[in-house]
């Protein structure tokens, strides 16, 4: 296919090497009006064992979906399965489906089209520098009383969407949020004043910086994206005019773009999958900067590579890239987005194999996969918080749902008798494990695996009968499953959840407060106490921690007149 093809056909990308999940897709059609999307997802995998490698939804409950598979023949056995297949009262429909254009192509051509104007399509003609801020510190030219006075009021309205949720799906608590709402400003528990930390520039800690090509210069450029692949955009943009990264990673960025700048291996190009250099991740702490080059390797040859990580280690540490001050270099293979279970592990090349934070007096080993607070001075302030709204004590065991490197629940160690972690990467455990024996903080055991897996075999190991959990999930928040075994672990009276996405954790703070019912046992948690913490200034993001408490009518002072028999139903009953 000639070059001129590639860059306007919209369909190229089906015939390069590379898997892609549109080639072999379907449509399902005539479902019913009513289903979920875990009940879709057992039905294609669990009871038709059909082996799909995606499900796309258009949108809830929507009346047809979208499902891709690995091969032809998967494919067609799909169709054949699915067809006349009776589920929920409809006969399925399953076809062929066309795969979808490339967006970047697609919107390319629209662009070019002579048209253009009359079709309307949106063009953003900002300068590339306002186009940067604008997608990454959106407030950045906003003073900063006016960014927390932005994020109480968005807290608050998160708060306010939590209090009519819960009286939706539980109707013991009306009543009581009612009354909450009538105390506190329409909000279902007292909302303290936002916290923040005097440091507002360069507070970033961790970043991740894409290696692509500059719209403007058309150079190699190390930064961030100014528009996502889907919206039609491929180029990355100079950071070094951004409030929010420290002056030492902006170095190192500078650095190493001079590297592929002057390197024989040429930068990745989403479009066509081809390149090599395509991320690079920083993580800084005092004195200490660590490096993680990410290359997708294509067919390159061992020799190849081995040659690149020695240009590295040589540039780095004895060459012109010595000014960057790098203790810690790493390689990692990128071929495609990664998820927690497809991870992988970075390859350390030269210095040290970790970095060090203090956080509360206490110091903590970071390994380039683990995760840790972004900004080390708010977050000392947000496990003050978390500490401060549990109000544990010597009798008190805390179990520490994602505990990553352990920070929270060594931070809550010297608080309580007993802290018990769970923690998804295995190499975060290993380096929580060390942080509290280089912190002699013997009350404090981590284990590795998923929560809702482990949260029950942790259990049996508590000490004694008074146990707070703390939950500081992904930005997506806790597996529904996780929640349902925090419901049943009828022992737990208090959870802190931890939120940097309180919008995208909504599910989970309805769920816990949702009534007993066939699906969910023990009795609901209930929001009594948050506090907002800045940790991402002139960003619109922000942490929520918010204390629930196990619904208990004497300790939360409800009425006698208060409709309780719900909390008793019986297995039977259908959850609202």
Not at 121 to 148: A, G
Request: glycine share 4%; with cysteine.
């Amino acid at each position: 296919m000639e070059t001129q093809n590639l860059e306007t056909n919209p369909y190229a990308y089906l015939e390069r090497e590379e898997f892609s999940s549109e080639r072999f897709k379907i449509s399902i059609k005539n479902l019913p009006k009513y289903y979920g999307v875990n009940e879709m997802k057992k039905l294609l995998n669990d009871k038709l064992k059909l082996a799909s490698n995606k499900i796309k939804f258009p949108k809830r409950n929507n009346p047809f979906i979208f499902v891709s598979f690995r091969s032809e023949d998967d494919r067609e056995n799909g169709i054949k399965t699915i067809n006349g297949y009776k589920w929920k009262g409809k006969v399925l429909s399953a076809h062929v489906a066309m795969p979808a254009p490339d967006p970047l192509v697609k919107r390319r051509n629209e662009q070019d089209d002579e048209d253009a104007s009359a079709k309307k399509i949106k063009v953003d003609d900002r300068p590339q520098e306002e186009r940067l801020k604008s997608s990454t510190v959106p407030l950045c030219d906003t003073p900063y009383d006016e960014q927390l006075s932005i994020k109480q009021e968005e807290m608050r309205k998160v708060l306010v969407k939590l209090g009519h949720n819960l009286g939706d799906n539980n109707v013991v608590l009306k009543k009581w949020v009612h009354q909450q709402k009538c105390d506190n400003n329409q909000v279902p528990c007292e909302l303290l004043d936002i916290r923040h930390s005097s440091v507002q520039d360069g507070y970033r800690n961790k970043c991740e910086f894409t290696v692509g090509v500059d719209e403007e210069t058309s150079l190699p450029t190390v930064g961030f994206r100014i528009s996502s692949y889907a919206k039609g955009g491929t180029g990355v943009a100079p950071v070094e005019n951004l409030r929010h990264i420290p002056s030492e990673m902006k170095v190192a960025v500078k650095v190493f773009q001079d590297f592929v700048r002057n390197s024989s291996l040429e930068v990745f190009n989403p479009e066509f999958q081809s390149g090599n250099y395509r991320q690079l991740t920083v993580r800084c702490a005092p004195q200490q900067l660590m490096l993680v080059v990410g290359i997708h390797p294509q067919s390159l040859p061992e020799e190849k590579l081995a040659e690149c990580k020695n240009e590295l280690v040589d540039y780095f540490f004895q060459g012109p890239g010595k000014c960057a001050n790098v203790t810690s270099l790493y390689y990692q293979k990128i071929i495609k987005k990664q998820s927690n279970d497809d991870i992988n592990l970075a390859e350390h090349l030269y210095g040290d194999t970790h970095i060090n934070e203090s956080i509360l007096d206490l110091k903590f080993r970071i390994s380039p996969e683990a995760f840790f607070q972004i900004n080390t001075s708010a977050a000392e302030i947000l496990y003050k918080s978390a500490i401060e709204l549990a109000e544990p004590n010597e009798n008190t065991t805390v179990v520490d749902i994602c505990c990553g490197t352990g920070t929270i629940g060594l931070c809550f160690a010297k608080h309580c008798n007993q802290v018990l972690g769970i923690e998804l990467v295995a190499q975060a455990v290993a380096d929580a494990k060390e942080n509290a024996k280089s912190n002699g903080i013997d009350n404090c055991e981590f284990f590795c695996g998923k929560a809702e897996d482990l949260l029950n075999s942790v259990l049996y190991r508590v000490k004694n009968e008074d146990i707070i959990a703390v939950v500081d999930p992904p930005r997506a928040g806790l597996h529904h499953k996780a929640i349902l075994q925090l419901r049943k672990a009828t022992k737990i009276k208090k959870l802190v959840y931890i939120s940097c996405n309180a919008n995208a954790a909504m599910k989970n703070f309805v769920d816990l407060g949702r009534r007993p019912s066939k699906t969910i046992d023990g009795d609901p948690f209930v929001p009594v106490k948050a506090v907002a913490v800045d940790l991402f200034p002139h960003t619109k993001h922000c942490e929520l921690v918010i204390l629930f408490e196990r619904w208990d009518l004497d300790k939360l002072k409800i009425g006698t007149s208060v409709d309780t028999q719900h909390l008793s139903k019986t297995a039977s009953d259908k959850d609202e």
